[in-house]
């Protein structure tokens, strides 16, 4: 529970946001997979004593926790390109040193 408030604190200070249209369609996702519709969804939600307005910042959360992760993902992602590149960069450096000496030129 705290490693999840945190989080999602982090990703606020990161400006990670849901907005309100991702968010009802994840929702109407929900509904259709229990083959109900939202009306429906929501009243099975209030009879099982969960408030809509609860349910629907909780998924916001996962969604948000979610949006996190992939971003990590994507960045972790990015390192062995970036190592690629550097790798690159050096063989390239190397390249010009030795015809430098090989035309003279320092």
Known sequence: ???????????????????DEALNRTILNIAAQNKMSLSEFREVLERDG????EYRENVRSEMTLDSCANVRSRVASLS????S?????????RARATMNIAWGIF
Not at 80 to 83: A, L, T, V
Not at 85 to 93: L, P, V
């Open 50 to 53: 969960v408030r809509f307005e």
């Open 80 to 83: 062995p390109i970036r190592k």
């Open 1 to 19: 529970m705290v490693q999840k408030r945190l989080q999602l604190q982090l990703a606020e200070a990161n400006h990670v946001k849901v907005d």
């Open 85 to 93: 590149t550097n790798s690159w960069k050096r063989r390239r450096s």
